[in-house]
């Protein structure tokens, strides 16, 4: 079921004016922020690496079934069978089970709203948006405020759910003589869900029992899974019981606890099944590298924001004539993308200058490239000065 609708809205070339000067100051703090971001992203993904080596050189193999004091405060690494010593229970589904962890999931059938808007240009500067609103339904593990639609009364979700998503943990979980630490419990995360039946549908609230169907795979529907409707739910359990991990970690006493190496990078990983130390180092390492890409894309993107809203009156001056703004578009996008490219891979460079100086040498001459290639453009552009000389002059 999907409905759409449309609303446009003009705004005047003054006031787009006035918007775009407001925006200079936001501009100037994204680009703040993606240079911060950069510097403190280099900076870090130095210290995990080198923090992941020093990790990786110490790291102890030992085995769970007793406690060696000779390796109180160092690095382990150990593999074996985690088990719970304790009861945990569902209140809601009426579950009592030992378990490593019980994972009520909650989902309620509810309108959603997706809008796209499209922006044209008039003559004097004018920008026309039309705004397209598309609502339909789903169902979603998150509640869904439908007061701040575009047509709230046409789709109404309910206020909350009726029931929530709850997640039980054991406090008392080892692998042999070892105890975990909330970290490394939590880290456990592989589990089969629980098949939901008539005396798991008994244990629901009065309100909700006459409306509950257990005939849908692992769910229990509240309302006809077959055809929902907002506001109707499904709830599932995930058992997560004891299993074979593998653990880098602490030893301190008689469990395992966070490691910080020297760099200040901290070493609490656990993986379902067996896996050698140097595997788990490997899988970090790439995280590390994932999660330092990731972080440069962004403050590169951040930057060319930035250098775009500041550009943006010129722009906007430039749409008294759609024609022109058409041209000042582009020129601010290609500006913005230099500027912010440039500004970026600088920031970089100074960055890891204090770390790898060979890099940084290699940046700033990337950087040097595009500066003469922009300066080779603007002289080739014609000019004045430069001018193809009229026939006959």
Same mark, same amino acid.
């Given at each position: 079921?999907?409905?759409?609708?449309?609303?446009?809205?003009?705004?005047?070339?003054?006031?787009?004016?006035?918007?775009?000067?407001?925006?200079?100051?936001?501009?100037?703090?994204?680009?703040?922020?993606?240079?911060?971001?950069?510097?403190?992203?280099?900076?870090?993904?130095?210290?995990?690496?080198?923090?992941?080596?020093?990790?990786?050189?110490?790291?102890?193999?030992?085995?769970?079934?007793?406690?060696?004091?000779?390796?109180?405060?160092?690095?382990?690494?150990?593999?074996?069978?985690?088990?719970?010593?304790?009861?945990? @229970?569902?209140?809601? +589904? =009426?579950?009592?089970? $030992?378990? %490593? /962890?019980? &994972?009520?999931?909650?989902?309620?059938?509810?309108?959603?709203?997706?809008?796209?808007?499209?922006?044209?240009?008039?003559?004097?500067?004018?920008?026309?948006?039309?705004?397209?609103?598309?609502?339909?339904?789903?169902?979603?593990?998150?509640?869904?405020?439908?007061?701040?639609?575009?047509?709230?009364?046409?789709?109404?979700?309910?206020?909350?759910?009726?029931?929530?998503?709850?997640?039980?943990?054991?406090?008392?979980? @080892?692998?042999?003589? +070892? =105890?975990?630490?909330? $970290?490394? %419990? /939590?880290? &456990?995360?592989?589990?089969?869900?629980?098949?939901?039946?008539?005396?798991?549908?008994?244990?629901?609230?009065?309100?909700?029992?006459?409306?509950?169907?257990?005939?849908?795979?692992?769910?229990?529907?509240?309302?006809?899974?077959?055809?929902?409707?907002?506001?109707?739910?499904?709830?599932?359990?995930?058992?997560?019981?004891?299993?074979?991990?593998?653990?880098?970690?602490?030893?301190?006493?008689?469990?395992?606890?966070?490691?910080?190496?020297?760099? =200040?990078?901290?070493?609490?990983?656990?993986?379902?099944?067996?896996?050698?130390?140097?595997?788990?180092?490997?899988?970090?390492?790439?995280?590390?590298?994932?999660?330092?890409?990731?972080?440069?894309?962004?403050?590169?993107?951040?930057?060319?924001?930035?250098?775009?809203?500041?550009?943006?009156?010129?722009?906007?001056?430039?749409?008294?004539?759609?024609?022109?703004?058409?041209?000042?578009?582009?020129?601010?996008?290609?500006?913005?993308?230099?500027?912010?490219?440039?500004?970026?891979?600088?920031?970089?460079?100074?960055?890891?200058?204090?770390?790898?100086?060979?890099?940084?040498?290699?940046?700033?001459?990337?950087?040097?490239?595009?500066?003469?290639?922009?300066?080779?453009?603007?002289?080739?552009?014609?000019?004045?000065?430069?001018?193809?000389?009229?026939?006959?002059?």
């Amino acid at each position: 079921m999907a409905q759409q609708y449309t609303r446009t809205t003009r705004i005047g070339w003054g006031q787009r004016l006035m918007q775009s000067f407001k925006g200079i100051l936001t501009g100037v703090i994204l680009i703040g922020v993606a240079v911060v971001l950069l510097w403190w992203n280099e900076g870090r993904a130095v210290n995990t690496a080198k923090g992941l080596a020093e990790g990786s050189a110490a790291v102890v193999a030992i085995t769970p079934e007793s406690i060696d004091p000779a390796n109180e405060g160092r690095l382990v690494h150990v593999s074996g069978q985690a088990s719970s010593g304790e009861t945990l @229970s569902d209140s809601v +589904l =009426g579950v009592q089970q $030992r378990a %490593i /962890a019980l &994972i009520r999931e909650v989902e309620m059938f509810q309108w959603r709203e997706d809008s796209s808007t499209e922006t044209r240009t008039r003559a004097g500067g004018a920008e026309e948006r039309v705004t397209t609103y598309r609502y339909r339904t789903e169902w979603s593990s998150r509640h869904i405020d439908s007061s701040r639609f575009d047509q709230p009364a046409q789709h109404r979700n309910p206020a909350a759910f009726p029931i929530n998503a709850e997640t039980r943990r054991s406090s008392d979980v @080892s692998v042999g003589a +070892l =105890g975990l630490s909330p $970290r490394l %419990i /939590a880290q &456990i995360s592989q589990g089969d869900y629980l098949r939901l039946d008539e005396s798991h549908a008994a244990a629901l609230p009065s309100a909700l029992q006459a409306r509950a169907n257990t005939e849908h795979a692992d769910w229990l529907h509240i309302g006809n899974p077959m055809a929902p409707e907002v506001g109707d739910l499904r709830i599932r359990l995930q058992v997560i019981e004891d299993q074979p991990v593998s653990i880098l970690a602490r030893q301190t006493g008689n469990g395992l606890a966070t490691h910080t190496t020297s760099r =200040g990078t901290t070493i609490e990983r656990l993986r379902a099944g067996h896996h050698s130390a140097e595997a788990m180092f490997e899988q970090m390492v790439r995280e590390n590298t994932i999660m330092t890409w990731g972080l440069r894309v962004l403050g590169i993107v951040l930057a060319i924001t930035g250098f775009g809203m500041i550009l943006k009156p010129v722009q906007v001056v430039a749409d008294v004539l759609p024609i022109l703004g058409s041209i000042a578009a582009a020129g601010v996008g290609l500006v913005s993308a230099i500027l912010g490219t440039v500004l970026s891979l600088l920031t970089i460079a100074l960055a890891w200058l204090f770390y790898r100086p060979l890099l940084s040498i290699v940046l700033l001459a990337i950087c040097g490239g595009l500066i003469y290639l922009v300066r080779q453009r603007g002289k080739a552009q014609p000019g004045p000065d430069n001018a193809p000389a009229e026939p006959g002059g």
